[in-house]
């Protein structure tokens, strides 16, 4: 046994591997088992390291704050990528991995999560993380093994998107490798770009795939070392068949758990993949509309884009229509099944591309939400955004705050301001090509896709994202976003925990981060909790976050956590790590961890002025069979501060100096910063 | 058609699942958050509806109720109840358009035996798993013609399981409802009335048939012998059976009159005085005629029938009907109340069988005697009963085949202030006023044998003191 993993517990492999692209160098730093105990791995221990990073930059003179001062899309940012010790074990979903980021997107603290099995192979060659920092003189792409790093000049895939990038280093390394790559998005620094494994897992929010792309990375393969091992303290807890194990109960709830039971149970995702949850969403009247306008749905519309419709969309398309077949797929060790290859041919069978997805989110945002009920047409853009590796929420949308837009200004064609004219003016082009960019176009989705994918003509605005693009025009409140960051399918006001959780975020407007806590309007009962109260909403809120973070830290999937709680994770974590966690111990880590983010945050000039969702929310009524729903400004301002409270934030939504010091995060805050806290 | 499509649907079902849900809550069949009710579309064979995951089936809300398809996965399979796919292959059984799971708690309890402890249970053997599997049959004439015996099997995993899923469908093919041992249990319908209906009773049956055991009697015995000579042979009537798909029709036109009757039949109901859609109320109102209403137990917002009736026997009368005709012909009873009393009957039958032998709930009455002098009585012992009424009259069933002015029931009603106990049957209570005076026998009855069963459960178990000490004198 390796002598450094002496005092990490099971489950590490008790190395971060550092690479300076300037340099093209690497080195390997021992995982310090304090910090491990702090921040554990996952997002954790990504924050903790970019924390670190960016003190560093303070520390050789570069920059007063870097934090605030670090252009993302500059060397001087940094790249983490991180496991956590249940990562490749037989933990259920323990293919996660996590990447940390300043994020040129939101300008503070970028954090993205995706399953696959790149996390798994990582270990694989040894290492718990990668922190990548510099700036290549030319492009690259890397391979790590156990032996080391290998800098290959990135020529050759120059002109390829991140999916032929991906098949060719695949077949370089003789289908060993596991790639993270770019494509043009990432390498056109478009501000939502993602990073993407395999052929549409994406690490997506937040525009990490510009991150690599101003550091000339164009992917980072790792190819597995069959000698090493992730080991694990109780094998004997992952073992299905004991009864007083871990995995015996964790079992027992999955198969039983409505969304994660198998497809002869009529499990829902394991049937139809993350889509499957699309019609419970608008029966909810949750599924946003036309730019989060209103909530709407024609109920045959939603017939055409739903899981259902996905399932059996070969079945059902009619002689002369696009049609796609679907074939499952999943994620490491995952019991869940949600992920689906799929195949679209057009109207005469001949098959147009194969990809991934698409999944929920894709067709609520590129779907639902343009009012485009066309899974097909969807279906091709999700391959294009896969290709051109472009995250699909933000770009849904920024699409859909576009077509507002547009549709807001046309009538007031007389009386534009010069901002506003810029629009039309930028239009010109793509007008005269594909006519109106409005709500319910399906055909001018594809060709979108495609200019912001190339940063081409109206694409090049785009790409800055839905804040960025109606600001140029002067109509920033259009944009559905927090943080800058777009907000996923699930309408806020339809929610008031969801729509607190997107607010406080600490990546922006998110679902999974901030607190997944819309789906609870499906659990009935205790466990579907009030959608419009405000008493108590921000501790109910707060505790979503606190789980969603757990999984992030602990490297397990949302999708598992509608099954399972904190005492089954902590039982999964314990029989890896041998250690004594519980449901109490693991909501202190996510403490810490969302505590260290939001330090990150104000230290980029993000405060509580941003913690607001757009202003459409607070002044636009949604009608739902529930009655007329809006948020109210002076009741979240109220539940802010509560939520603040409630992990040890004043009321300015800055953390404490006790709670930086009961959470032990001193050394990775600026000690000026942290002076200057209450 | 998609289930997106249902919501217009989901309207119409809502209000009998929600009152179906209501009831069954009402009576502690379920605790805030369990059980789950489950409702074929007519109009669409593809599709059923079912209640939600986790949702309080006591006080449904319109979203409870969800949507799902036989044939295909759609996403009413996320929202409702882990045992969905149970439903689903219940639903499917021909002729079933309602399926309830519930857990009744005296019907769950009597699962608790094994093989080498059969209280209440006759151990009928194992699967080709090892997996065990009992029967229980009512001793009581009301549930063994309106449940019959019930298949109770052991459950490697007895919740939400895929053997669930393949064995409870199968028990109910051919029976009406079936019990997990330990769980609960799950019944099919012809409507969500039809399967509480039988759930109510069943839970009467396993209350009566668990005192029963208590006081001393074996019950397992007396299964076996009702399943030897078949309920029809064994019993010498046939109760009123609650027919489904039938509207009740009310008759009747003075409002007083039927809110006086809904009192009575919603509290028996709420109290367990009566199982749901059993036994019989009327209200004699001239010489020769009654208002009849063939239940005597009804939740609240429940529709209830309520009919004119001349007191002449007929050939098609039920037992039930048969007796309030008799005594209103040769009482000076205005009104009466028949009830499944579980533990009223079963302390009757512990009574006579420890009176008279054990042979007498078999059907061996000779040696009871109905003189004046001598008969057998149920005797309180809590004051508040004392006070009203020293004895409860006491008979055993086969009194209940005499139509004769001589039928020792009538003399009981005399001389109890209109209280009789029939020993596998129920309790008969009656008033020479209104229906309310029925309604405090008949209640009060159920408290005397409670009572008396607690008492004699901790002279058992603690050495406490015999009941027979605080029996009046």
Avoid at chain 2, 64 to 75: A, G, H, L, N
Avoid at chain 2, 397 to 404: G, K, R, V
Wanted: charged residues 25%; aromatic residues 8%; proline residues 5%.
């Amino acid at each position: 046994m390796n002598s450094d993993r002496l005092s990490l517990p099971p489950g590490y492999l008790g190395k971060i591997l550092h690479i300076d692209l300037t340099t093209q160098k690497c080195t390997a730093e021992k995982l310090d088992p304090d910090l491990a105990r702090r921040f554990f791995g996952g997002r954790g221990l990504g924050v903790a390291l970019l924390s670190r990073h960016f003190l560093e930059l303070t520390a050789q003179g570069l920059y007063r704050n870097p934090f605030a001062q670090v252009d993302p899309l500059s060397e001087d940012n940094a790249i983490i990528v991180t496991t956590s010790p249940t990562t490749g074990t037989r933990m259920p979903t323990s293919g996660r991995m996590h990447m940390n980021y300043k994020s040129p997107l939101s300008g503070g603290y970028g954090s993205t999560n995706a399953g696959g099995r790149w996390g798994v192979d990582l270990k694989r060659t040894g290492s718990d993380a990668i922190v990548i920092t510099g700036k290549s003189s030319h492009p690259v792409y890397l391979i790590v093994t156990s032996a080391g790093v290998e800098f290959m000049d990135a020529g050759p895939t120059a002109e390829l998107d991140a999916i032929e990038t991906r098949e060719l280093l695949k077949k370089e390394s003789k289908n060993r490798a596991q790639v993270l790559t770019i494509g043009p998005g990432g390498k056109n620094l478009i501000r939502f770009a993602a990073v993407m494994s395999d052929t549409g897992k994406a690490l997506g929010r937040g525009g990490g795939g510009a991150v690599w792309g101003s550091k000339n990375l164009y992917a980072l393969a790792v190819i597995p070392d069959e000698k090493i091992r992730i080991t694990v303290a109780d094998k004997e807890s992952f073992d299905p068949d004991n009864k007083h194990g871990a995995m015996y109960h964790v079992k027992l709830k999955l198969d039983l758990g409505k969304f994660t039971k198998s497809e002869d149970m009529f499990g829902v995702l394991a049937s139809m993949g993350s889509l499957g949850i699309l019609g419970m969403v608008n029966n909810y009247q949750q599924l946003i509309h036309n730019n989060m306008k209103d909530t709407n749905h024609a109920l045959a519309d939603i017939g055409k884009i739903n899981g259902e419709a996905l399932r059996y969309h070969a079945k059902r398309a009619k002689p002369g229509e696009k049609k796609i077949t679907v074939k499952k797929s999943a994620c490491f060790n995952c019991p869940i099944i949600c992920k689906r290859q799929t195949t679209l041919f057009d109207a005469e069978g001949r098959i147009i591309e194969k990809g991934e997805g698409p999944e929920f989110e894709t067709v609520a945002l590129m779907g639902a939400n343009l009012s485009i009920y066309d899974l097909a047409t969807v279906t091709e853009a999700c391959y294009l955004a896969n290709h051109y590796g472009i995250d699909t929420i933000s770009l849904g949308g920024t699409l859909a705050s576009f077509f507002d837009l547009y549709g807001m200004l046309k009538p007031k064609s007389e009386t534009l301001s010069p901002a506003e004219a810029g629009l039309f003016t930028d239009l010109t082009e793509f007008i005269a090509e594909h006519g109106e960019p409005l709500f319910g176009r399906p055909e001018i989705l594809v060709p979108l896709t495609q200019l912001i994918g190339t940063a081409q003509g109206i694409g090049k605005y785009l790409a800055e994202g839905s804040y960025r693009f109606c600001e140029r025009y002067g109509h920033p409140e259009l944009s559905m976003s927090v943080k800058r960051l777009e907000l996923p399918a699930y309408d806020p006001r339809t929610s008031f925990t969801q729509a607190l959780s997107y607010e406080m975020s600490n990546r922006g407007g998110c679902h999974l981060e901030g607190g997944y806590t819309a789906p609870y309007a499906y659990c009935a009962g205790y466990a579907e909790w009030p959608a419009h109260r405000i008493e108590g909403t921000p501790l109910i809120s707060k505790n979503a976050t606190l789980k969603n973070t757990t999984l992030d830290v602990i490297g397990a999937c949302a999708y598992s956590s509608f099954s399972l709680g904190l005492d089954e994770y902590a039982a999964l974590v314990n029989g890896v790590t041998g250690e004594k966690h519980n449901s109490g111990t693991l909501e202190h880590l996510a403490v810490r961890t969302i505590t260290l983010e939001r330090m990150f945050n104000l230290l980029c000039g993000l405060d509580k002025k941003d913690d607001w969702l757009p202003d459409r929310f607070y002044s636009e009524t949604i009608h739902t069979r529930d009655g007329d729903v809006i948020c109210d400004r002076k009741a979240f301002a109220k539940m802010h501060e509560e939520y603040y409270r409630s992990v040890g934030w004043d009321d300015n939504g800055r953390p404490t100096l006790q709670t930086l010091e009961d959470l032990e995060l001193a050394d990775l805050v600026p000690a000026d910063a942290a002076a200057a806290l209450v | 058609m998609d289930t997106e499509t249902s919501t217009t649907e989901t309207d119409i079902f809502f209000p009998r699942l929600r009152r179906v849900g209501a009831a069954i809550g009402r009576v502690n069949g379920n605790n805030t958050h369990s059980g789950n009710l489950s409702i074929r579309d007519p109009h669409d064979p593809d599709l059923f509806y079912i209640t939600a995951t986790g949702c309080q089936c006591g006080s449904l809300i319109e979203r409870d109720i969800v949507p799902v398809r036989f044939s295909e996965v759609s996403w009413g399979d996320a929202r409702g109840s882990t045992e969905s796919t149970i439903h689903r292959k219940i639903l499917m059984i021909p002729g079933v358009s309602a399926a309830i799971h519930a857990h009744f708690m005296d019907t769950t309890f009597l699962s608790f035996d094994t093989r080498d402890h059969q209280l209440f249970l006759r151990f009928m053997g194992t699967d080709a798993k090892g997996r065990e599997e009992y029967l229980f049959h009512p001793v009581d004439l009301f549930g063994s013609f309106g449940v019959g015996g019930v298949e109770i099997g052991s459950y490697f995993q007895p919740v939400g399981s895929a053997e669930m899923d393949e064995r409870i469908p199968a028990y109910l093919t051919d029976k009406k409802v079936t019990v997990v041992r330990g769980h609960g249990p799950f019944v099919r319908g012809t409507s969500p009335e039809d399967a509480l209906y039988t759930l109510s009773l069943l839970d009467h049956s396993a209350r009566l048939a668990m005192f029963l055991r208590r006081r001393g009697v074996d019950v397992v015995a007396l299964q076996k012998e009702i399943s030897r000579r078949g309920a029809g042979e064994f019993f010498p009537v046939r109760p009123h059976i609650r027919k489904d798909g039938e509207s009740p029709v009310c008759e009747v036109d003075d409002a007083t009159v039927v809110e006086d009757f809904r009192a009575r039949l919603n509290y028996n109901y709420s109290n367990s005085i009566g199982a749901y859609a059993t036994g019989s109320m009327s209200q004699k109102i001239s010489s020769n005629e009654m208002v009849y209403c063939p239940a005597s137990a009804i939740p609240e917002e429940f529709d209830f029938p309520l009919c004119h009736m001349t007191l002449d026997f007929s050939d098609d009368d039920s037992a039930d009907l048969r007796m309030h005709k008799l005594i209103y012909q040769h009482t000076h009873q205005n009104t009466c109340m028949i009830t499944t009393n579980p533990l009223a009957t079963a302390e009757g039958m512990a009574i006579l069988a420890e009176q008279y032998g054990p042979d007498v709930l078999l059907g061996k009455n000779d040696k009871i005697p109905y003189t004046p002098a001598e008969h057998p009585a149920v005797l309180p012992i809590d004051a508040e009963a004392i006070y009203l009424n020293p004895k409860l009259g006491l008979v055993d069933i086969q009194q209940l085949a005499n139509y004769t002015p001589e039928n020792p029931i009538l003399n009981m009603l005399r001389w109890y202030k209109g209280c009789c106990v029939v020993a596998g049957y129920g309790v008969i209570s009656t008033g020479q006023t209104t229906l309310e005076q029925a309604a405090h026998n008949a209640s009060s009855a159920e408290r005397i044998a409670k009572f008396r069963s607690e008492v004699f459960l901790n002279e058992r178990l603690l050495g406490g003191p015999k009941v027979g000490v605080f029996e009046p004198r």
